[in-house]
């Protein structure tokens, strides 16, 4: 291990002790960083944490997630939105990439949330034979949406 580790800042932390060195030329430990890499010292690459499960969705990311994931067809996942997109709206989502009208008129008809913790979510994720780490893979990946 490196004495010093980067962030995903300009910062960089000195891993004896865990301190936190600002981008300031006028500060000490920065300036003995500067020393320690003239002297060929290369810092631990920064390690982004894990993604953690929000604790709600939109309706709107969980159908959608859902049809991604093969679960429910793209038509199925509109459906249950049971919103009409205007014809204004689906003209111009219909001339968008084929690959991208389906997103699309997800986020023009979709709105309320799917809470993670809900019994629900719990029980939806069970049918589905999906761990308390699948579930907040979902969410994850649906957060993204």
């Not at 810092?43 to 991604?68: E, K």
């Not at 679960?71 to 996942?77: H, K, L, R, V």
């Not at 205007?86 to 690959?99: F, K, Q, S, Y």
């Amino acid at each position: 291990m490196a004495a010093y580790q980067c962030t995903a800042s300009a910062a960089v932390i000195r891993t004896g002790d865990g301190a936190l060195i600002p981008e300031d030329a006028a500060n000490r430990d920065r300036a003995a960083y500067h020393e320690w890499l003239a002297n060929g010292g290369v810092p631990d690459p920064y390690v982004a944490p894990p993604p953690v499960a929000p604790r709600s969705i939109s309706d709107r990311q969980f159908y959608q997630q859902l049809a991604i994931e093969g679960i429910i067809s793209e038509a199925d996942a509109l459906a249950a939105n049971a919103a009409v997109i205007p014809p204004a709206l689906l003209a111009v989502i219909d001339a968008m990439p084929t690959a991208e009208q389906f997103g699309a008129k997800m986020i023009v008809s979709g709105a309320t949330t799917f809470e993670r913790n809900d019994p629900l979510t719990v029980r939806i994720g069970m049918a589905q034979g999906w761990s308390a780490a699948r579930i907040d893979a979902f969410f994850i990946a649906a957060a993204a949406l």
